[in-house]
């Protein structure tokens, strides 16, 4: 349990305000008691805290019989500097929303005038295993009519409406029971001598002195909780926070609050450590400003704030990625559609066109088969032609060769018949057609020789082939 | 239950993975499987619906060389009719080309899917000139007519040819 350390000179005392004023920090503080052996010791602990005990002044403000309320002003202290050394010392936090009440930096015009106390300041620490926990629990006092003041991960400082502000309860609330914290105020606090009930709502009015953390740790540990099972109670480490003056060492000096912290929990090391995740209390996401300037309390709120803020990150990255996935989603419905009312479309004009155009490509078919019937792979007038052409063109290379035959078909294909003096020519006229372009000769020539008497006869046959293919030809 | 921040984020992260997979799963992939399905269909109907466009864009061009055709290859009233016809115009090209007719004769009729072809044997007589006239006048006559084999000789210095020629007769049961 970490629980702000309380100087030994300052008991029942609060910090009720806290201002700047040309520079210098001035705190508002009520104190029960008004004797000037509490002032002294008061202001010595405060300047020795602040390291300014020279020019530390305290102006009392208001006296009563029962306490008392002054001014401290601490010119060479920052303000980070007067919290830490407020909650160090007093154990309490700034009620915030007093700083601009001007009644407290004033004198009363009459010691013992009508001018109301402030309000008391009612300091319950709560150990939170959780700290998301936190924000449901400040809703859970502020319906319970608490006002919540600030909020620290182990310590929520709320400030309820007694009417003596001389007492303070430390209430330990333990994970999973939360929620219960208020009834276990009631059955924690002292009755009051009149033997008057608490309020509901309100923590009891106290009387007499505060339980001791024993016997309060005590009334936890015999507690049932719902299920009849045993409270968890961790013991509060209230002595080892403060350093020297009750441990008998001299006057008390402020301590860091990571080393209070490590001083409470020894195996402590490390926020969010594997030995902080075993420590009774959960700290994980505590951090701690290493320097008591700083100041807890802003670090406390830092680091519950950032948590905040990387929930609602998280929230908010969540929420996008959602819209974006919905987006991607819509788009693709909405693509999905358009294409489909294109196909409607399409379909449309095919429905209208099929008809027309069935009728026309009927049209294409018998005119292609007419054409097929009527063209030619290459006209036999051509064919003629080439060859008529080619004998002419080589008369001097080809002579003595006579063409005797000649069978044209329809797909083109030629055979000569034909015959020579030698067997050169036949090739020289296969090589000639073949240059020309108009046919080519499939293969070579096919040589036969004859002898009659003296004379050779050579007798060959070629076969022609147009040399391109007819193209396709269409209206 | 209580649940630490390890915990949390790790269930966290369970349940953003779980829906990240569920949305893919249930809603993303068969949203992408149905568009592509759709756009293949759509991509199709539109590709067609051009084609169709083309082809009826086209409708005057083939009616117009169809009309042609259909005027010289016309039918006549019946086959013998069409073979006289046949007859007597390759008779007439070949005496306006010089060639001594050997053989003017009807061979075969065919009936084919969109026409009928008639088919005559002709086999003739004369030089080179004669013979290149009277192919050139067959090829390129009135009547359509088309050599479909052609058979040359050298006999007693002339040429001698054999040919089959057909022409074409457009059924009036086919007409479009």
Not at chain 1, 80 to 97: F, H, I, K, Q, T
Not at chain 1, 112 to 128: E, K, Y
Not at chain 1, 291 to 298: C, D, E, N, Q, S
Not at chain 1, 376 to 383: A, C, H, K, N, R
Request: proline content about 5%; charged content about 25%; overall charge negative.
């Amino acid at each position: 349990m970490i629980v702000f350390a309380r100087d030994a000179g300052a008991e029942g005392w609060r910090a009720l305000a806290l201002r700047e004023r040309r520079g210098q920090w001035q705190v508002a503080l009520s104190a029960t008691g008004s004797n000037a052996e509490e002032l002294a010791k008061f202001s010595a602990g405060a300047a020795a805290a602040l390291g300014s005990e020279a020019a530390s002044r305290v102006v009392l403000l208001l006296r009563r019989s029962d306490y008392s309320v002054l001014r401290l002003i601490l010119p060479q202290a920052t303000g980070d500097e007067v919290r830490a050394m407020l909650a160090y010392r007093l154990g309490s936090m700034l009620p915030l929303d007093l700083e601009d009440s001007a009644w407290m930096w004033e004198r009363a015009p009459e010691a013992d005038g009508p001018l109301a106390p402030p309000a008391p300041t009612q300091v319950v620490d709560v150990a939170w295993t959780s700290l998301k926990r936190v924000e449901s629990q400040v809703a859970f006092c502020r319906q319970a009519g608490l006002d919540v003041r600030a909020v620290l991960p182990t310590l929520l400082v709320v400030r309820a409406g007694l009417a003596q502000p001389e007492e303070e309860h430390r209430l330990l609330l333990l994970d999973g029971r939360n929620a219960e914290w208020l009834e276990w105020a009631q059955s924690v606090a002292v009755p009051a001598p009149d033997g008057q009930s608490a309020s509901p709502g309100m923590l009891p009015p106290p009387a007499g002195r505060a339980r001791p953390q024993s016997e309060v740790a005590k009334i936890l540990t015999e507690t049932r909780d719902e299920e009849g099972g045993p409270i968890e109670v961790w013991p509060v480490a209230e002595e080892r926070l403060v350093d020297g003056a009750r441990a008998g060492h001299g006057p008390a000096r402020p301590v860091p609050w990571s080393e209070a912290v490590r001083n409470a929990f020894p195996g402590l090391t490390q926020a969010g450590s594997e030995d902080a995740a075993d420590l009774p209390l959960a700290l994980a996401g505590w951090r701690w400003a290493e320097t008591p300037t700083a100041g807890m309390l802003p670090a406390a709120l830092v680091s519950n704030r950032q948590s905040e803020s990387r929930q609602r990150l998280l929230i908010q990255v969540a929420i996008l990625a959602l819209l974006l996935l919905l987006l991607v989603a819509g788009n693709g419905a909405v693509y999905r559609k358009s294409l489909e009312r294109q196909r409607d479309d399409s379909q449309t004009q095919i429905a209208r066109l099929s008809g027309r155009a069935k009728s026309v490509e009927a049209v294409r078919e018998r005119i292609e088969a007419i054409n097929e019937q009527l063209e030619y792979e290459i006209p036999p007038l051509e064919v003629l032609a080439a060859l008529q052409e080619t004998l002419r063109a080589n008369d001097r290379e080809l002579e003595g060769l006579f063409l005797d035959s000649l069978n044209w078909e329809e797909g083109g294909q030629t055979v000569i018949e034909g015959h020579s003096l030698n067997d050169i020519t036949p090739w020289r006229f296969a090589e000639a057609l073949n240059a020309k372009g108009t046919l080519r000769v499939v293969g070579s020539p096919r040589l036969q020789f004859r002898q009659y008497g003296d004379t050779r006869s050579i007798r060959f046959t070629m076969t022609l082939l147009p040399a391109k293919a007819r193209s396709q030809q269409t209206p | 239950m209580n649940v630490n921040k390890r915990e949390r984020i790790l269930l966290l992260a369970t349940v953003a993975i779980a829906v990240l997979a569920g949305f893919q799963m249930l809603v993303l992939r068969p949203l992408m499987g149905d568009s592509k399905g759709a756009r293949v269909r759509t991509a199709l109907s539109v590709r067609e619906s051009a084609r169709l466009r083309a082809v009826t864009d086209q409708a005057a061009a083939y009616e117009k060389a169809f009309a042609d055709i259909r005027e010289r290859v016309t039918t006549s009233d019946s086959v013998q009719r069409e073979i006289i016809t046949m007859l007597l115009a390759i008779e007439s090209l070949a005496e306006d080309s010089g060639v001594e007719i050997l053989e003017n004769s009807h061979l075969k009729d065919e009936s084919l899917e969109y026409f009928d072809r008639h088919t005559v044997r002709f086999r003739g007589a004369g030089d080179t000139e004669q013979l290149t006239r009277f192919l050139h006048a067959v090829q390129n006559s009135e009547l359509l007519f088309k050599i479909r084999t052609m058979k040359l000789r050298m006999k007693n210095n002339r040429l001698e040819s054999e040919l089959e020629i057909v022409r074409l007769g457009i059924r009036d049961e086919v007409e479009p």
